[in-house]
């Protein structure tokens, strides 16, 4: 009836191996759903990755600014800087 909402990839940045990544996305709203910033990592570095073995570890509630960036600071550690109009959801530490 309202279908799904819409996806854009925003970024995708490597860990400094070329082993993991992280992808953000931007999911448009509709009448249902809120507009939303999404940060997955997954294993392996391609250019069409498999969303079902992706880990949300991050999503946020747009607000009107898409300012996130992502940065690996190692090969287990990715940094998430979000601007104060992104309203987070979920936030995930994975160790």
Do not use: H
Not at 51 to 72: C, H, M, P, R
Request: with cysteine; glycine share 8%; proline share 3%.
């Amino acid at each position: 009836m309202f279908g799904e909402p819409e996806k854009e990839i925003l970024n995708t940045k490597y860990d400094n191996l070329g082993v993991r990544q992280a992808t953000t996305f931007e999911y448009g709203g509709n009448a249902v759903t809120n507009a939303a910033i999404l940060v997955s990592i997954d294993l392996g570095c391609s250019d069409n990755p498999d969303d079902s073995k992706k880990k949300i570890v991050f999503s946020a509630e747009n607000k009107g600014g898409t300012a996130l960036q992502t940065e690996w600071k190692s090969f287990e550690t990715l940094k998430i800087i979000f601007s104060d109009r992104l309203e987070p959801v979920s936030q995930i530490d994975l160790y």
